[in-house]
């Protein structure tokens, strides 16, 4: 008879998971930061992409940072609700909103002999690495 699996190993499968693809450009003084973020594997096939971008200046955030205050940039962030599937190696984004976004795909690469996620490139072959997820917001 197969063994039962524990409780703590289901919820470790069914864990979410994040991979990020950031770009920093440098205009004048200004540093420009977007990223993408995929989360998905959470309850059923659930998934989301999280498109962030902000500016800022490196030199008055390191002066700032050494007088001991903290330099805030104004973020602009798009979250996209979805769903995912997976088909031979490849991971299909769906939004909610098909008419407004598009459908976007992953191909999946692994760790060399091993079933783990290493990387996923997208259609444009941007790499998107394993990353934090998005940490949840409260609304006031």
Same mark, same amino acid.
């Given at each position: 008879?197969?063994e039962?699996k524990?409780?703590e190993?289901?919820v470790?499968?069914?864990?979410?998971?994040?991979f990020?693809?950031?770009?920093?450009?440098r205009?004048?003084?200004l540093?420009?930061v977007s990223?993408n973020l995929l989360?998905y594997g959470?309850?059923?096939?659930?998934?989301?992409?999280?498109i962030s971008?902000?500016?800022?200046?490196?030199?008055k955030?390191?002066?700032?940072?050494?007088?001991?205050?903290v330099?805030?940039e104004?973020?602009?962030?798009?979250?996209?609700?979805?769903?995912?599937?997976t088909e031979?190696d490849v991971?299909?984004f769906t939004?909610?909103?098909?008419?407004?976004?598009?459908?976007r795909?992953?191909?999946?690469?692994?760790?060399p002999k091993t079933?783990?996620v290493?990387?996923l490139?997208d259609e444009k072959?941007?790499?998107?690495?394993? +990353? +934090?997820?998005q940490e949840p917001?409260?609304?006031?």
């Amino acid at each position: 008879m197969p063994e039962a699996k524990r409780i703590e190993d289901i919820v470790m499968e069914q864990t979410k998971r994040c991979f990020i693809y950031k770009i920093e450009e440098r205009k004048d003084s200004l540093l420009y930061v977007s990223s993408n973020l995929l989360e998905y594997g959470w309850a059923g096939d659930n998934a989301r992409m999280v498109i962030s971008s902000y500016n800022y200046d490196p030199i008055k955030k390191k002066e700032a940072e050494q007088k001991g205050y903290v330099l805030l940039e104004e973020k602009n962030i798009q979250f996209i609700n979805g769903s995912y599937k997976t088909e031979k190696d490849v991971l299909i984004f769906t939004p909610e909103k098909e008419d407004r976004f598009e459908k976007r795909t992953f191909k999946l690469v692994y760790k060399p002999k091993t079933n783990k996620v290493d990387y996923l490139k997208d259609e444009k072959n941007n790499k998107y690495i394993a +990353g +934090g997820c998005q940490e949840p917001i409260i609304g006031q």
